[in-house]
Every structure is written in C-alpha cells, then in structure tokens.
C-alpha cells in the first residue's frame, strides 16, 4: 500500500498509512522507512522528518546500512537542511558510492556546485571510484560553476572508464561545451553517442542557435526528422528560434500549423513564446499579438516576447503598453522585462517613466545582481537627456564592468562633453578595466572632436596591445579620422597602409580629413587612388569633394566631379550635392547657373535655397534672389496645405 501512494505522489495518504500501522504495532522495516523519509522530504515536513529520523536511529536500522542512510542525506538536502545531510554522511565510518552520490547529487540540487564538486574530488581520492551516475552530477556542478577544465578533465576520465556511451553523461557534455562555444567539441560527443534521444538533438541545436548559427541549427532539425524521432516543446521552439533568425517566414508559419496539429500550443507557454519571438522578429506584429491572445494564463516569458517584439519593430509606446497590462494582470517583471521597457523609455526619452521604472527596480532589488539593468538604466538616462542621473546609477554599480564604463563614456561623448569622456577614460585604464571595442571608438571620437592627441595615442598604444588595427576596420577608420584631424597626416597614412581591407568608409576618413584642413589636393590625389585600387565611391565621397571643390572655388572640377558622380557611378544627388555646388557657384561669381538647378530640386529644399539666397546677397544678384524667394514662398505654402 506504502509503495503504490508513493508511485502516485501521494505523500499525505504515505504518512496517514504509516500512523495506522504504528497504532497497530506492526514494525516497520527498512523499505518502509524509505517510503516515510521521501514523503516527508516532497511534503517539506522538517519536525516529522527529524522525528523519523529518530526512530530509525533507535530500531538500529542505521547501523551499515548505506541504502538507509542515503535517503536520509537526499532528505535533508530536499528539506535545505546540508548541514544536517552531512552529519548523516559523516556519521558512517565508512562510505560507499551510494553516500557520496547522495551528498553530492544534494548540493548540486541546492546550487552548491562549489562543495559538490569538493565532495566529489574528495571521494576520487579514496577508495571509493566514481561511477557513471557520480559523473552525472559532477558534470552538472561543472556546468554550474562555469568550470570547463574540470569538465574535460572528467570526460577523459569518463572515456577512461568507459562511460562515455552513457546518454545521460553525453547530453551534458554537449551542453557544457555548447555552453562555452566549443561547437566541433559538442558535435564530437554528439557522434559518439550509440544511443541519442531527442535530448542530446535539442542539446546540440541549442548550442548553434546561442552562438548564431541557425543554418546549421535547421540542418541538423532536418536530421531528427530522417532518424524519424518526434519532436517535443523544446525542439519545436527551437525550430521556431532557427526560423525567426534567418527571417524563414514561410517555414516558421508552415511550423505553426504543424504545432497546431499535433496540440502542443494550448497551454504550452515556452512554445507560444517561441512564437511570439519569431513573429516579432518577422516583423509580424498581428500574428504575435494573435499567438499571445490565444493563451489563457500569461507568464512572464510570454509578457517579454511581446514587449521585445513591439520593441524590435520600434514600437516603444506599444511595449510601454504590454507592460502596463502585464502589470495589471499581476505578472510580475523580472531583469528581461525592465531592460526591454528602459529600452523603449530610451527610444522615447520619457525620462519621467524611466525614473518611475527606476524606483520599481530599486524596489524589486534587481540592481544589485544585475549588471545588465544598471547598464540600460544608465543608457536611458543618456538617450532622455540626464547624464547627472546616468553618473549617479554608475557611480551605485558595486562591481564596474567594462560595459558600464562605455555607456557612460559614450553619453559624455554623445552630449558633446569630450574632455569629461576621456578622463573617464583614463580612469578606467588605471583601474585595469581594459577597453573594447566600443570604448575605444568612443575614446577616438572624443579625442578627434577635441584635439586631445596625448589621449589619442595612448588609445593608439590600446588599440595595437589588442591587434585590432589587422582585424577591426570600425577601429582602423576612427584612428585614421582622429589623426586627420588633428593634422597627424604623416601618422594618419602609416596606420592607413597597415590597414589590409581599405573600404569606401576609410578612404571617405581619410579625404575628410584632409578637407576640414583646407588640403584639396590630397584630396583629389586620394580620389584618384581609390577609383585605381578599384573602390568605387559612395555619396559621401562626393560630399567631400564637391565641399572641397566649394571651399577652393575650384568650378571647372566641381561641375566635371558632379557630372561624373550621375553620369559614372549612377549617384542621385542628395540636398548636400546640391548645396556644394550652389555654395561654388556662389563663390565663383557663376550664379545665373543655378537658377536651372532650382528647378530640379524637391519643393521642400530650402536648406540649398538659402544657400542661394546667401550667395545672390554676396554677389549681388537680384533677380535670381528674388526667383527664389518666391520658390520658398511657394514650397511654404504647399507645406501648410
């Protein structure tokens, strides 16, 4: 009777039965106490548990014997009571593998990955060698604590022993390894596997899919398809995840149907989130608003899905939405939730929110585990305007990761504050927080808006200890434009040479450079090197070269580059083409050209209009001022129509 109420969880009735066989005096034996001691741990009954206990103990059902003590430590660990667990442990003189598990399968349950694994070194030591199910949870305190040495040294050990057949120890080796990035590793285990279950497949799509590969992730969907094994929840939302990747729209709606029909969308929330993912990212707004309505009860994971989704079609006020009626549905908000509403209070800069949101985190306590949050909290006091608030989040930071450091740099730079970004900067270098990618883009940009060529150099120094200059060209292109602009060419050039994919956007840094010096030549000597080396010019380029053509009244050139940029590389000129070529008309005295071009602009373009306006005051020429003026009035008016 004991046994079949423990098969169907019935713990109260398990209790109840065993108070009617004391009141009969029957005795119970050792396979009773085992049904006893694991209702009291499910029902989290400690003064029962402790009074069982007691009574085992005194029918010397404890003495050697292994079976009895192991349920004891798996109790006290269920009730969170280690301390306990382990006085059992150490109460026996000697342990057997069924000991040790007990003690360390407990504290990997209870996260204390750290003692598990102490535990489980401990007992290598001794007499007592581990078998596969002890690795089982060795590997999962490994995967717990990060500790990926740990981990391969126990899979040659597993290999060693011959355990690495077992499903259970290859499923998270394939998810250690996955976990870390190391693909060919996870895939390796995955082959060596006699025996997969769809555990081991979701495992190894799972890792693809973090480290974005989706293309392989479908292939190998493909693959448990053919071996005719049936997919569950996990392996639909993945395939769903891979879909909304690579924008597969008509495979992730062909997917829908098949969920549908096989009945895992009612009340199957991680797939209805999967959906609402992929939908999001479709750009699918309806769809994934369709998916979440059709759910009766809404978690949080469902909540975050569809804020993000509103949130990556620049949805903001929609998201703000989802999150007020999340709120009004009693759901509450975790770290994913906060960050994607402050994202949205960035896009808006509703400062006033963002402060309201900041005091629910405050309240929630998140900031104080979560770097993250403190992260987008201090961009969203940046994007709405207050840098004194954003300081005062970073300042509160306990721990200050180099993303901290950046968005705060970033801000000053954003707000014009140069100086201030790069003594944070430097202060962030004596802390031995080192700089990223990011950082130093942002370190370049300040030094390059103010001259601070000492910093700039010291960046420099940063950017070779890293070996950036050979592989990031983002990189390579600021420090070129920091020391154009500060007139460094000789220096400018060197870094140019080193850098071995010369795009468009380093060119354009370089001619821009030389321009706001007044060095038109270069320029154009620069030009005719890039059309040599086979890169072709974008508007931008031409931008710099009709200024600098302008800014020299060099006519003649100007008009053959603006022809040569319609007529060769088929650019539709934009308002600063124009306004390049007014400004040198105007300069060269050749304004009665314009008036054709006037006609040729948009009715809006009264930026080019004033320039005119300004060139015709300049020379003199009034009746072309006053065609123009009229062509202002009529552009007014058509825009208050």
């Avoid at 065993?18 to 003064?47: N, R, W």
């Avoid at 504050?417 to 950082?439: G, I, R």
């Amino acid at each position: 009777m004991l046994e079949g109420y423990s098969e169907y969880g019935l713990r109260e009735e398990v209790l109840q039965c065993f108070e009617h066989m004391q009141m009969e005096g029957i005795v119970p034996s050792s396979v009773t106490f085992l049904y006893i001691l694991k209702a009291c741990s499910k029902l989290g009954d400690i003064p029962k548990s402790i009074e069982i206990h007691g009574e085992i103990a005194r029918a010397g059902l404890l003495e050697n014997n292994y079976t009895m003590g192991s349920a004891l430590i798996n109790m006290y660990m269920g009730l969170d009571l280690s301390g306990v667990a382990l006085e059992v442990f150490k109460s026996f003189v000697h342990h057997d593998i069924a000991l040790w598990k007990a003690l360390v399968a407990g504290y990997v349950e209870n996260e204390f990955e750290e003692e598990a694994l102490h535990c489980f070194e401990v007992m290598q030591r001794g007499p007592i060698s581990p078998d596969a199910g002890a690795y089982v949870y060795a590997l999962k305190a490994c995967s717990g604590t990060g500790e990926l040495v740990k981990a391969i040294e126990f899979h040659h050990e597993i290999i060693e022993k011959g355990y690495n057949e077992d499903i259970a120890i290859g499923n998270l080796l394939i998810d250690i390894y996955s976990d870390f990035g190391l693909l060919n590793d996870a895939e390796s285990v995955f082959d060596g596997l006699l025996v997969r279950n769809i555990v081991s497949w979701n495992t190894l799509v799972a890792g693809y899919l973090k480290y974005g590969l989706p293309s392989i992730a479908l292939k190998h969907l493909e693959r448990i398809q053919l071996e005719g094994l049936c997919f569950n929840s996990v392996t639909f939302a993945c395939h769903l995840n891979a879909c909304g990747l690579i924008k597969a729209t008509k495979m992730g709606q062909k997917i829908h149907e098949e969920i549908g029909v096989k009945g895992f969308l009612e009340d199957n929330l991680s797939v209805g989130t999967a959906l609402i993912d992929m939908y999001g990212k479709f750009g699918m707004l309806a769809e994934a608003q369709k998916v979440f309505d059709s759910h009766l009860e809404h978690d949080v994971g469902l909540w975050n899905s569809l804020i993000s989704g509103y949130l990556g079609q620049m949805e903001s006020e929609k998201a703000l939405h989802c999150f007020r009626q999340m709120q009004l549905e009693c759901c509450f908000a975790d770290c994913g939730s906060f960050v994607s509403v402050l994202k949205a209070c960035a896009m808006m800069q509703a400062l006033a929110l963002g402060k309201t949101l900041h005091a629910m985190i405050l309240g929630s306590n998140f900031l104080k585990n979560d770097s993250f949050i403190s992260n987008n909290l201090i961009d969203m006091y940046i994007k709405s305007g207050s840098l004194p608030d954003a300081h005062r989040v970073f300042d509160k930071i306990p721990t200050l990761d180099v993303v901290a450091w950046t968005s705060l740099i970033t801000g000053y730079v954003e707000h014009g504050y140069c100086k201030a970004a790069l003594e944070l900067y430097t202060t962030m270098n004596s802390l031995e927080t080192f700089p990223n990618e990011v950082t130093l883009l942002c370190g370049l940009k300040a030094c390059r808006n103010i001259g601070a060529i000492a910093i700039g150099l010291e960046i420099h120094n940063d950017i070779e200890l890293k070996g950036l200059l050979d592989s990031n060209l983002a990189v390579g292109t600021a420090l070129v434009a920091m020391y154009m602009n500060c007139g460094f060419f000789a220096t400018a050039q060197r870094v140019f040479d080193r850098i071995p994919v010369q795009s468009v956007v380093l060119w354009n840094a370089l001619m821009s450079g030389y321009g706001q010096h007044g060095h038109s030549g270069e320029i154009f000597f620069a030009f005719e090197n890039m059309l040599r080396k086979g890169i072709h010019p974008d508007p931008d380029t031409f931008a710099i070269i009709l200024s600098a053509c302008s800014r020299a009244g060099l006519l003649h050139k100007g008009s053959l580059y603006f022809n040569t940029m319609c007529s060769e590389f088929c650019i539709k000129p934009s308002l600063e083409h124009h306004t390049s070529m007014f400004d040198l008309l105007g300069r060269t005295g050749a304004l009665g050209k314009a008036a054709a071009r006037i006609m040729d602009l948009p009715i809006s373009d009264d930026v080019a209009r004033r320039t005119i306006l300004y060139s015709c005051n300049k020379w003199g020429n009034i009746e072309l001022g006053m065609h123009t003026f009229e062509q202002m009035l009529l552009s007014n008016q058509c825009n208050q129509c």
